[in-house]
């Protein structure tokens, strides 16, 4: 399992990272092509935008492992162990539940757009709208993957790196 996970969490950095490097150089490019021609690449705005959505669906997960989507603790922090234990069986079935239902919405609006175009690529909007329902996934498969550590402890993954590097520096 902790192969499967190492191999996982690699594809989806990877898959960041190439979104993220295309979605730069094609920006630079309209973006100095502009000030030195006084022309702009057409579709560069359009294909930026559709990049950054996919960006954001699909870092959803990473973020999740590292505790870094915003979250009041407070409740959690003032009861006792076992309540708080409940409390967070509760926001896990929430978040699984909300992830679930990503996906299966996402796949409808997905196929309701499918005979829409973009304007300046005229690609079927089903692919821009099918990061939704992909993000959906792989926001549960991460959420499986780290919720064992969630529910006993509070833990998330950036937990575990902040103690490697504390002690290292120690």
Known sequence: ????????????????IGLLAAMAVIVFANVALRYLTNESIEWA???ARHLMIWL???????????????AVDNLQDGVPQAAAVMLRWLIALLLLGFFGFMVWF????MLRAQGQTTA???ISFA???AAM???GVVLIVHWLLIVRGYLR?????????FDANASASL
């Open 1 to 16: 399992m902790k192969s499967f996970e190492r191999h996982f969490l690699a594809a989806n950095r990877w898959a960041l």
């Open 45 to 47: 705005e359009e294909v």
């Open 56 to 70: 954001t669906f699909l870092g959803a997960g990473p973020v999740l492992r590292y505790g870094g989507h915003i």
């Open 106 to 109: 996402g796949g409808h609006y």
């Open 120 to 122: 300046a690529t005229q």
């Open 127 to 129: 692919y821009v709208y």
């Open 133 to 135: 329902p992909v993000g």
């Open 153 to 161: 402890e509070r833990l998330f993954a950036a937990d575990a790196h």
